[in-house]
Nanobody, 126 residues
Framework: QLQLVESGGGLVQPGGSLRLSCAASGFTLDTYAIGWFRQAPGKEREGVSCISDTRVSTYYADSVKGRFTISRDNAKNTVYLQMNSLKPEDTAVYYC???????????????????WGQGTQVTVSS
């Protein structure tokens, strides 16, 4: 069965950090661009950060630049999103997605990627 599984979400205070993981099973991620997306209640899903298959290109939404870092470990078949200086407005369900596409920016603009995870809740609150 081909699937992506996110983990690492939780409740954190403003200014805190979390690291999300996106692990693939049933297929290898090394030929896929990977993206992190989030959806808050009442809002549309948005692309947060994406990375190309070769790690050459990365993309960050303006709202997370300088605070979030995306990385991938192809040997572990896993992609990570390090989130620092978290704000209440970062509260959302975070999803990872995979697609065979060349550039990170295009990946983050897409909505119909081939593979999606089930999501992990991130809540930033004092």
């Amino acid at each position: 069965q081909l699937q992506l599984v996110e983990s690492g979400g939780g409740l954190v205070q403003p200014g805190g950090s979390l690291r999300l993981s996106c692990a693939a099973s049933g297929f290898t991620l090394d030929t896929y661009a990977i993206g992190w997306f989030r959806q808050a209640p009442g809002k549309e899903r948005e692309g947060v950060s994406c990375i190309s298959d070769t790690r050459v290109s990365t993309y960050y939404a303006d709202s997370v630049k300088g605070r979030f870092t995306i990385s991938r470990d192809n040997a572990k078949n896993t992609v990570y999103l390090q989130m620092n200086s978290l704000k209440p407005e970062d509260t959302a369900v975070y999803y990872c997605a995979a697609e065979r596409i060349n550039t990170a920016h295009t990946m983050c603009l897409m909505t119909d990627q081939r593979y999606w995870g089930q999501g992990t809740q991130v809540t930033v609150s004092s």
